[in-house]
C-alpha cells in the first residue's frame, strides 16, 4: 500500500522576524578559522617555517644553483663558499642545492605515508568504535599488537623486509602511524555515537553507512588533523632515519637522511657540513610541523584557549 | 470510511474504527545492574489519524521511552520484552531492522528536545535537508534545493535560501526546532513523535512550536503524540492527553474533558502543581517519588502517594474503567475521589 504524498501548500502566513532570526552575517567558517589562527604566535611561526620548506619544495628547479646531481670532481669535498653556499660532497655535488631538492623527497614521503595512515587508520577506528562489542575489542588488540614494538625497530624491520627505495619508507612509515590515527578515531567515535544527532539521524531513517560516515566522522576529524600536523614531523624524521641507516632511500638521491648518511661516511675528515646542512633541514622541518601542530590544538580546542 | 472530510480536523473530530496506531501489552525493561526495571508495564492505548495526542506524566513516568520504544530506538540495556504495537496494520516489534528503518524518518518521524544536539554541527541546515530528500525521497540536487527551501518556508523560517547555507551553532534554539519540524515532515510522515518539543526554548517560541505542530497536522493529517510534562502545552496543542505513571496509562481523555473532569489522583496531583498567578507562595505538590523500577510497588503503583489508597490497592491492581465518552482512569475509588472534589467546591 502506497501513502498517498500529501502536497504541502505554501506557507499561509509569514510571522514576524524574531529579533533571533536576525543573526548577524554568516562568515564563512574558515574565515574565522584562519582569523584565530593568525591570533597564534605559534602556529604561525610553524606556518612560516613550513611555508619555507614547500617553497623551496615547489621552486627548487629555479631557486637551486646547482641541478640535484651534478657529479663534478673539481670540487669534492668542499667546505661552503660563495660559490657552493653549504659546501659539496665526494662527489663534488652542491649540498645547498640538494637540500632544496631533499625538500621535495622528504615532503613527499611524509605527505604519502600521513595520507596512507590517516585514511587508513580513520577507516578502521571510525568502523571499529561504531561497532563496539566483540569487534572493537578484537581491533583494537591487534593495533596493541603493532604498537607493542618499538618503533623505530618495527619500522626497520618492515624496510629491511621490503627492501630499500621510496616506496619502503613510505609504506613503513604509513604502518607505524596507522594505530594512533586508529585510537584516535575510536575514541571520538565512541564519544560522537551517542550523541543526539546520530540519534536523529536514526530516527530519520539513516542507514549504518550514512551516519558513520556522513554524520559520525566529519564530526571527528579535528583531532585527526591536528595529529596529522605532528605526524608529519614524525614522518619525515622516521624516512630520514631509515634512509641514515641504509634501509630507505638510496644515498644517491637528494633526500635529507640519505645525505646525512653519506657525509657521515666522511666523519673522520672533518667535513661536518656534509650532514649539519642536511640535519638542520630537518631540525626546521620537524620544528615547523610540531610548532604549527601545537597552535592548531589551540585554535580549534576553544578549552585551551 | 471519511471521504467526505473536507480537513483533518473533521476527520480528528471523527472516533477513528481502526487507529492508526495501537500499542497492546507494551513492556519495555531495561536490564541493569541492580535488576530489571520494567519501564513500561503493559502499556496499552490508540492514536487516531490526525490526532494530537498528549502524553504527561513526572520524569521517569516513561513517556520518553514510549516514543523510542514505537520507533525501535531503545537503547541497550533496554529492551521490548513483550506486547504489540500495531501501525496502520503492521506490528513494529516484529519487523526487522531494515524494515524499521524504512518506516523511521518515512512512515514515523521523531523530533527531540534540545534541537541544536539534533542537528550535526560539521553540516549546513541544507545539507541536512537534502540528504534526508534525496535519500528518503529520490529526489535529484535541484528538487531536493527547491523543496528544502519549501519545507523552510513553511515551518516560517524568514530567508530560507540564506538559512539553509547556515551552520546549527548560527541557529537560534526556535529556528533550530523549526528546522527538525522540517525535517520531520519533510517525508509526509503519518505520525509525528515530539519527544518535549519545546524543553528549553522560552515561552513565546514554545508558542509559536506549539502553533506550528498544530499547523502542521491540518497541513498534512498526521497524527502527533506531543511528549511533554507542561500541562499548559498539552492543554494548547493536544486534542487528547494520556497520563503516563510509572508505565502505565493512568487516565485518558479528550482534551476538554480532561481539565474539566479529571479522575485519577494522580492527575489531580498534576493539576494541583501548576503554578497559577493567582495562587500564594508555595506551590503545592504530589507527596513522595516516582516509584522504583525495580521494586514496583504491589497493586496501584500509585498507592504510595496516594490520599485515597486503600488495602485494595495495595492487593490489586487497578484496571481502566470508563468515566465518560472515551474517558478512561484506572484507579479503584473513582467515586470516592469525585465525591471528595465536590465536596471541597
Known amino acids: 500500500m502506497s501513502a498517498p504524498t500529501i502536497d504541502l501548500p505554501t506557507s499561509p502566513v509569514t510571522p514576524p522576524a524574531s529579533a533571533a532570526a536576525l543573526a548577524p552575517p554568516f562568515r564563512e567558517r574558515l574565515g574565522d578559522f584562519w582569523y584565530t589562527l593568525r591570533r597564534n604566535p605559534t602556529a604561525m611561526i610553524g606556518l612560516f617555517m613550513i611555508g619555507v620548506v614547500i617553497f623551496a619544495a615547489l621552486f627548487a628547479q629555479w631557486i637551486a644553483p646547482y641541478p640535484a646531481n651534478e657529479i663534478d670532481f673539481a670540487v669534492v669535498a668542499q667546505p661552503p663558499t660563495r660559490e657552493h653556499l653549504f659546501g659539496t660532497d665526494q662527489f663534488g655535488q652542491d649540498i645547498f642545492s ?16 600521513v595520507v596512507i595512515s590517516l ?4 577507516v578502521y577506528g571510525a568502523i571499529s568504535g561504531y561497532v563496539g562489542g566483540l569487534t572493537d575489542e578484537v581491533a583494537m588488540r591487534i593495533m596493541d599488537i603493532l604498537q607493542g614494538f618499538p618503533r623505530f625497530i618495527f619500522a626497520m624491520g618492515i624496510a629491511f623486509a621490503l627492501g630499500p627505495g621510496i616506496e619502503t619508507v613510505v609504506i613503513a612509515t604509513a604502518v607505524l602511524n596507522i594505530p594512533g590515527y586508529a585510537r584516535l578515531m575510536r575514541s571520538s567515535m565512541l564519544s560522537a555515537k551517542t550523541s543526539q544527532y546520530a540519534m536523529a539521524a536514526k530516527a530519520i531513517g539513516a542507514n549504518h553507512r550514512a551516519i558513520l560516515f ?48 653519506l657525509g657521515f661516511q666522511d666523519f673522520l675528515q672533518g667535513h661536518w657540513w656534509m650532514y649539519t646542512f642536511p640535519g638542520l633541514a630537518i631540525a626546521w622541518t620537524v620544528l615547523g610541523f610540531n610548532l604549527l601542530g601545537d597552535g592548531l590544538q589551540d585554535v580549534l580546542d576553544p578549552r585551551r584557549r | 470510511m471519511a471521504t467526505t472530510a473536507t480537513t483533518p480536523h473533521a476527520v480528528a473530530a471523527m472516533p477513528a474504527e481502526t487507529p492508526m496506531l495501537e500499542v497492546r501489552d507494551l513492556e519495555t525493561q531495561f536490564f541493569t545492574r541492580k ?13 487516531g489519524k490526525g490526532e494530537i495526542v498528549g502524553l504527561v506524566g513526572e520524569s521517569g513516568s516513561g513517556k520518553s521511552v514510549t516514543g523510542f520504544s514505537i520507533v525501535n530506538l531503545i537503547k541497550s540495556p533496554g529492551k521490548i520484552v513483550a506486547g504489540e504495537i500495531l ?60 523543496r528544502a527551501t519549501e519545507l523552510l518556508r513553511l515551518v516560517h523560517i524568514p530567508e530560507p535560501e540564506r538559512r539553509l547555507k547556515a551552520y ?26 515530539a519527544d518535549e518539543p519545546t524543553t528549553g526554548l522560552d515561552v513565546t517560541i514554545e508558542y509559536q512550536i506549539i502553533q506550528l505542530l498544530k499547523e502542521m497536522r491540518d497541513l ?17 496543542v493536544c486534542d487528547r492527553i494520556m497520563v503516563m505513571y510509572a508505565g502505565k496509562v493512568v487516565e485518558q481523555a479528550p482534551v476538554l474533558q480532561f481539565f474539566t473532569k479529571p479522575s485519577h489522583p494522580y492527575t489531580l496531583g498534576l493539576l494541583a502543581s501548576r503554578p497559577s498567578l493567582s495562587g500564594g507562595d508555595e506551590i503545592p505538590t504530589i507527596p513522595g517519588n516516582v516509584p522504583d523500577l525495580i521494586h514496583r510497588p504491589t497493586g496501584c503503583a500509585f498507592h504510595p502517594r496516594c490520599r485515597w489508597a486503600t488495602q485494595e490497592c495495595i492487593s490489586i491492581e487497578p484496571l481502566p474503567r470508563e468515566v465518560g465518552p472515551g474517558h478512561t482512569a484506572a484507579c479503584h475509588h ?11 467546591h
Open chain 2, 334 to 344: 473513582l467515586e470516592e475521589v469525585q465525591r471528595d472534589i465536590a465536596a471541597a
Open chain 2, 168 to 193: 546549527p551553532h548560527q541557529l537560534s534554539g526556535g529556528m533550530a526546532q523549526r528546522v527538525m519540524i522540517a525535517m520531520a515532515i519533510s517525508c509526509s510522515p503519518h505520525l509525528l513523535i
Open chain 1, 98 to 113: 640538494r637540500v632544496l631538492f631533499g625538500a621535495r623527497i622528504d615532503l613527499m614521503i611524509a605527505l604519502s605515508a
Open chain 1, 214 to 261: 556522513k554524520h559520525l566522522v566529519p564530526n571527528c576529524m579535528i583531532p585527526i588533523f591536528v595529529i596529522s600536523t605532528l605526524q608529519f614531523g614524525w614522518a619525515i624524521l622516521e624516512a630520514a632515519g631509515l634512509s641514515f641507516i641504509g634501509l630507505g632511500v638510496e644515498t644517491s638521491r637528494a633526500e635529507w637522511g640519505a645525505m646525512i648518511q
Open chain 1, 119 to 122: 585514511i587508513i587508520g580513520s
Open chain 2, 87 to 146: 501501525f496502520e496494520g503492521r506490528d513494529l516489534t516484529r519487523l526487522s531492522e531494515d524494515q524499521m528503518r524504512d518506516i523511521r524518518g518515512k512512515d514515523i518521524a521523531m523530533i527531540f528536545q534540545n534541537p541544536r544536539g539534533s542537528l550535526n554541527p560539521v553540516l549546513t541546515v541544507g545539507d541536512q535537508l537534502r540528504q534526508v530528500l534525496k535519500y528518503r525521497q529520490g529526489m535529484n540536487k535541484k528538487q531536493a534545493q527547491e
Open chain 2, 35 to 47: 535488576g530489571v526495571a520494567r519501564v513500561l508495564d503493559r502499556l496499552s492505548f490508540s492514536i
Open chain 2, 220 to 236: 498534512t493529517g498526521t497524527s502527533v503524540i506531543a511528549i511533554t510534562h507542561d500541562l499548559n502545552m498539552a492543554a494548547e
